[in-house]
C-alpha cells in the first residue's frame, strides 16, 4: 500500500512506479471535484530562492483551494539570509512555522539537504539543474489526461537536456513506464551520461539527435519542449551559440505529424512560436493549469489529509 504521509517529495528517483499512479489517480480525483477541504487546518511554507511564476503561484492556489493557509518568500533579499543566516538555519527554523515546507534553490541537493533539517516534510520545487519533481507529477497527469495512459508512447524532448531539471526527472519516471524516449539537443546541451546511463540500466529504447528534422520519421506523439537556460550558463557567448536554434511553427507540426502533442514546462522564450497555442496539439497551457490539481494532491498525501 503507497502511503506518502510525512513524505519528502525530493527527486522522482526516489518514486516508485506505484507511487507515480498514486499521485496520478489523486490528481484525478481532486480534479474531478471529489476531494475537497484536506488542507483545514494545515500550513504551508513556500521559500523561493529563485524567481518563479507556475510552481510558486499554483502550489498558493492549490493550499487556498484545498482549506489551508499558505506564507513565504518569493525574494530572497528580503530574508535574513541576506543578513548572513545559513540556509541550514533557516530551514530549521520555517519547518517550525508550518506543515510543509515547499522550497525552491538554485543549489542542487539543497531540497534533499532541507529534507534532512526539517521537522516537517519538504516537497522540492526545483534545485538547480538536478530535478523538479512536482513538474514531473503535472506532466504525467497531462500525458495521462491527453492519451489516456502513460505507456507505450513515443517522446521526444528538446532544448536545453544537460541543465533542464524538468527533462531529467521526466526522463526517470517516463522510463519505469516502457516509453519510447528521443533527445533532441545541440551537442553542447545533451542528457547527463548519468541519466542515460540509468535509462540504459532499466532496458529504455531511447536515441539522440542534434536536429529536429532527424526526429521526422520517429513517429513522436509527444513533443516536450525545453527553454535554452540563458541562467544555467557560466559563459555567455557559450548561451549566444545555441539561443533560439529550435523554433516550434505550424511547418514543424506539419513535418512531425498532425496528431503530436506539444508541452513545455513554461516559462517560453521564442522556442515555440504563438501561432501553435490556438492549435488541438498545443497542451503546455493545459500542462500548467493541472500544477493546481497537481499540487493540491501532493499537499494532501504528504499532510495525511488525503490517502
Ligand atoms: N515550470 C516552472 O517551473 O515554471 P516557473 O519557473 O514559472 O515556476
Same mark, same amino acid.
Given at each position: 500500500?503507497?502511503?506518502?504521509?510525512?513524505?519528502?517529495?525530493?527527486?522522482?528517483?526516489?518514486?516508485?512506479?506505484?507511487?507515480?499512479?498514486?499521485?496520478? &489517480?489523486?490528481?484525478?480525483?481532486?480534479?474531478?471535484?471529489?476531494? /475537497?477541504? *484536506?488542507?483545514?487546518?494545515?500550513?504551508?511554507?513556500?521559500?523561493?530562492? &529563485?524567481?518563479?511564476?507556475?510552481?510558486?503561484?499554483?502550489?498558493? /492556489?492549490?493550499?487556498?483551494?484545498?482549506?489551508?493557509?499558505?506564507?513565504?518568500? #518569493?525574494?530572497?533579499?528580503?530574508s535574513?539570509?541576506?543578513?548572513?543566516?545559513?540556509?541550514?538555519d /533557516?530551514?530549521?527554523?520555517?519547518?517550525?512555522?508550518?506543515?510543509? @515546507?515547499?522550497?525552491?534553490?538554485?543549489?542542487?541537493?539543497?531540497? =534533499?539537504?532541507?529534507?534532512?533539517?526539517?521537522?516537517?516534510?519538504?516537497?522540492? #520545487?526545483?534545485d538547480?539543474?538536478?530535478?523538479?519533481?512536482?513538474?514531473?507529477? @503535472?506532466?504525467?497527469?497531462?500525458?495521462?489526461?491527453?492519451?489516456?495512459?502513460?505507456?507505450?508512447?513515443?517522446?521526444?524532448?528538446?532544448?536545453? @537536456?544537460? +541543465?533542464? =531539471?524538468?527533462?531529467?526527472?521526466?526522463?526517470?519516471?517516463?522510463?519505469?513506464? $516502457?516509453?519510447?524516449?528521443? *533527445?533532441?539537443?545541440?551537442?553542447?546541451?545533451?542528457?547527463?551520461?548519468?541519466?542515460?546511463?540509468?535509462l540504459?540500466?532499466?532496458?529504455?529504447?531511447?536515441k539522440s539527435?542534434?536536429?529536429? &528534422?532527424? #526526429?521526422?520519421?520517429?513517429?513522436?506523439?509527444?513533443?516536450?519542449?525545453?527553454?535554452?537556460?540563458?541562467?544555467? *550558463?557560466?559563459?555567455?557567448?557559450?548561451?549566444?551559440?545555441?539561443?533560439?536554434?529550435?523554433?516550434?511553427?505550424?511547418?514543424?507540426?506539419?513535418? @512531425?505529424?498532425? $496528431?503530436?502533442?506539444?508541452?513545455?514546462?513554461?516559462?517560453?522564450?521564442?522556442?515555440?512560436? &504563438?501561432?501553435?497555442?490556438?492549435?488541438?496539439?498545443?497542451? +503546455?497551457?493545459?500542462?500548467?493549469?493541472?500544477?493546481?490539481?497537481?499540487?493540491?494532491?501532493?499537499?494532501?498525501?504528504?499532510?495525511?489529509?488525503?490517502?
Open positions: 500500500m503507497v502511503s506518502f504521509n510525512g513524505r519528502s517529495i525530493v527527486s522522482i528517483r526516489d518514486m516508485s512506479h506505484d507511487d507515480l499512479i498514486k499521485v496520478v &489517480e489523486t490528481t484525478k480525483r481532486v480534479k474531478h471535484g471529489e476531494l /475537497s477541504g *484536506f488542507l483545514k487546518g494545515k500550513t504551508v511554507a513556500t521559500l523561493f530562492f &529563485e524567481p518563479s511564476t507556475r510552481t510558486r503561484l499554483s502550489f498558493e /492556489s492549490a493550499v487556498f483551494k484545498s482549506g489551508g493557509s499558505v506564507f513565504g518568500i #518569493a525574494n530572497p533579499k528580503a535574513s539570509q541576506s543578513k548572513g543566516e545559513s540556509f541550514a /533557516s530551514i530549521r527554523t520555517v519547518s517550525g512555522y508550518c506543515d510543509v @515546507l515547499v522550497i525552491r534553490h538554485p543549489v542542487e541537493g539543497a531540497a =534533499r539537504m532541507a529534507s534532512e533539517l526539517s521537522s516537517t516534510p519538504v516537497i522540492n #520545487a526545483g538547480g539543474a538536478n530535478q523538479h519533481p512536482t513538474q514531473t507529477f @503535472l506532466d504525467l497527469f497531462t500525458i495521462n489526461e491527453s492519451f489516456g495512459r502513460l505507456e507505450n508512447l513515443k517522446i521526444g524532448m528538446m532544448g536545453d @537536456l544537460k +541543465y533542464g =531539471r524538468t527533462v531529467h526527472s521526466l526522463a526517470h519516471a517516463l522510463a519505469l513506464f $516502457g516509453n519510447e524516449l528521443t *533527445f533532441i539537443s545541440p551537442p553542447s546541451l545533451q542528457m547527463p551520461e548519468n541519466i542515460l546511463k540509468e540504459d540500466d532499466r532496458n529504455v529504447k531511447y539527435v542534434a536536429d529536429l &528534422e532527424d #526526429a521526422e520519421n520517429c513517429d513522436l506523439d509527444i513533443l516536450y519542449v525545453t527553454r535554452i537556460q540563458k541562467e544555467r *550558463f557560466g559563459d555567455p557567448q557559450e548561451y549566444e551559440k545555441v539561443a533560439g536554434i529550435y523554433r516550434i511553427t505550424q511547418e514543424t507540426i506539419r513535418l @512531425l505529424g498532425e $496528431g503530436i502533442r506539444v508541452m513545455h514546462p513554461l516559462p517560453r522564450v521564442d522556442e515555440i512560436a &504563438e501561432e501553435i497555442d490556438s492549435m488541438p496539439n498545443a497542451i +503546455y497551457f493545459t500542462q500548467a493549469h493541472n500544477g493546481i490539481p497537481t499540487r493540491q494532491a501532493l499537499l494532501g498525501l504528504v499532510t495525511g489529509g488525503l490517502d
